[in-house]
Structure formats: C-alpha cells, structure tokens
C-alpha cells in the first residue's frame, strides 16, 4: 500500500470530497501515475501445504495405477464407485 502525502487544498472543495478521493483510492489529476503497478505475486505456500500437496499427487497417482488396471468399461465403472465410496476419499 502506497502511502499518498496530506495536502489540504482549501480551494479544492470541502472534506467530503477529500475523504471520498481518498476512499477511492483513485489519484488525484495533479499527481502523476507514472510508477509501474505493483505486480501480485502468488502467496508462498508453506512446508504442511506442500507436503500435503507431495501426498495427494501420490495418492492420485496410485489411483490412476489401480484404474488403469481395468480390463473392461465395467471392471473401470466398478474401481470408480468403489474408491468414490470409500471413507478416505475427497471430493475436492
């Protein structure tokens, strides 16, 4: 957050529209808005949250293994209902 300087202009209008100025956050016309815009970055993810991550891609991959392992539609079908109906699976 940038931090923009006081600068009471009492022919400029009333404290109403300095303080909605203000709120906006939009520049003031006079001010030059030359500075490049701040570039947002992705936050960092911590160690849990990578862990986390490591075990869930282990854990798909696995399933991927065991359904690929289908030898028809049906058998296919059949893995899929069993692992959504599992108590350990996520739907998210």
């Given amino acids: 957050m940038r931090i923009r300087p006081f600068i009471f202009d009492p022919s400029g209008g009333s404290y109403i529209a300095l303080l909605s100025e203000t709120l906006s956050s939009k520049p003031r016309s006079s001010e030059k808005t030359d500075d490049p815009p701040a570039q947002q970055s992705e936050p960092r993810r911590g160690l849990l949250e990578k862990i986390d991550q490591w075990f869930w891609r282990l854990r798909e991959r696995d399933t991927e293994e065991y359904l690929a392992q289908a030898k028809d539609m ?19």
């Fill in 74 to 92: 049906i058998d296919l079908e059949r893995r899929m209902r069993e692992i959504e109906r599992s108590v350990g699976s996520r739907y998210f």
